[in-house]
């Protein structure tokens, strides 16, 4: 049966379902891949091929090892595919267990652009959408690896902006240029800020990566350096071979800093884009660039380290939703001066002045012994134990260590502070890496108050303004009772006021939970 039209009105359009085209990863995967595998499989490989006197088994593994990484690399393209609706992004694969998963387009929070050594040869980038600050791959999030440069750099414009994505172009097709809208440039990387990089400590932190990687093969060729050293070292102790090894390590640490800020930080550039985005780009071998919507912005993070914090430096982290407080996901500068810290914040916040740079007010004398205890008393307790279970030799080590604790708590106590100002709540907590956090009072969603045996009797307690930001909860530690409750009441207006009573204690107001 057909509906008759009235005469004089337009017959109704036909009604057709949108198109929505599935498109697998970029066929060049299959070569990226086995190379990307090849590069963390290298060692083992290297390992059977020349251990054990050319045995046979040895050669029909180290084949067979290669042979694998070809075959799974092939079965997740095959396997694989994805497409983007106007609603979500959608990302089927799995071959024995398939795995479906979506990713609604207003969840969007975060695009991450990577590029492996593997990647940048063949032209191709890995897309990580992000949604929420528990992201990791395969659950909350979702990672397109891997799609044409180009296509990447469409994808994060489209996805941010929630526009309707166009059809991306077909395997052997000429995709088109994708105009990129011109960016504001906020701040980018100086060779001066190389002087930062042995006070970071990052070299110590490659050897001690490196040590681990080198002992697990070790320990797989039936060697134990570890054991064997440590063994040595308790038979035959020496303190000038200590301080040798200190020194040693000290100096292989400062050789490999620089390199490894450059690598890390090379083409370090933070700018603005026209669709209301921060995006951080940088990388040498490996290239990364993380877009972050700004109206998720919650706050900033100034992190001092302590040898950075000596030479005038520091680094600044986002405090927004999509990206948690851990890794450098969250990275807005990398270790630089201070003074330029304080204005990329002002820059990235458009404010007139950083709320980070506000007079924070210092917490209680109380707050000042109890830093010291937490800080001393454990190493009190060590040398004791060592004294009493342990060669003579062993507790001097940490009763020489003893003054060094107690100056951390000392600082520990100064870098204790916060502040509030119409927008923004500061906190500062941390001695070893000292953080400085502003976060926006309309971010903040409850509280959490602790107050433990010992805070109590102190008159302390500490005070956590919990976000859906960042690391989630921002504490200002060993604040004096009263104090902490009112800025808690001052700075969100009325969540905290229902539970407060109100007392008078010579002659002046106090508030109590």
Known sequence: MTAEVPAGLPAAPELT????????????????RPLNEGIAMLVPILVLLFTGNGEKWRLIASGATVAAILAFS???????????????????TGLLTRKQLAVPRDRIRTVDLT???????????????????????????????????????RLRLVLLQKGVAPRPAAEGETAEPVALPESEVISQLDLKWLKFAPLSLSGLVAIGAIFGVLSNYADDLGLHPVQDLWEWLFENPSLALFAGFLVVLAVVGLILS???????????????????????????????????EEQRLRGVDIQEPLLVRAG???????????????????LLLPPAPLTVAHQVSRDVLKVGNDPTTLRLRKHPFAALRRSMIRHTLPWIVIAAGLAIWAPSWAWPIPVAILPFAALVGWDNYRSLGNALD???????????????????????????????????????????????AGAGVYHVTDVGASHGLALADEAVPELLRPFLVESAVDGQAERNV
């Open 74 to 92: 092939y079965l997740i393209w095959r396997t694989t595919k994805y497409r983007i609706t106007d609603d979500q992004v959608e990302l089927h």
């Open 115 to 153: 590029s492996k050594p593997g990647h940048r040869i063949f032209g191709l980038s890995a897309v990580r959408i992000g949604t929420g600050q528990q992201d990791t791959p395969g659950t909350d999030g979702l990672t397109l690896d891997a799609v044409t440069q180009q296509e990447a750099e």
């Open 422 to 468: 119409e927008r923004y709540l500061v906190t500062r907590n941390n001695s070893l890496v000292r953080s400085t956090v502003a976060l926006q009072r309309t971010g903040i969603i409850g509280w959490r108050i602790h107050q433990s045996f010992f805070q109590r009797r102190s008159g302390l307690m500490t005070i956590g303004a919990t976000t859906a």
């Open 312 to 330: 005038k430096g520091a680094k600044l982290a986002a405090v927004t939703t999509g990206l948690g407080s851990k890794g450098e996901s969250n």
């Open 258 to 292: 620089v390199p490894l800020y450059i690598l890390q930080f090379w083409n370090y550039k933070l700018t603005r884009e026209p669709d209301e985005t921060l995006r951080v780009q940088r990388g040498l071998l490996t290239t990364r660039s993380v877009s972050v």
């Open 17 to 32: 379902e949108p198109l929505q085209e599935w498109h697998r990863l970029h066929v060049r995967m299959l070569v990226v």
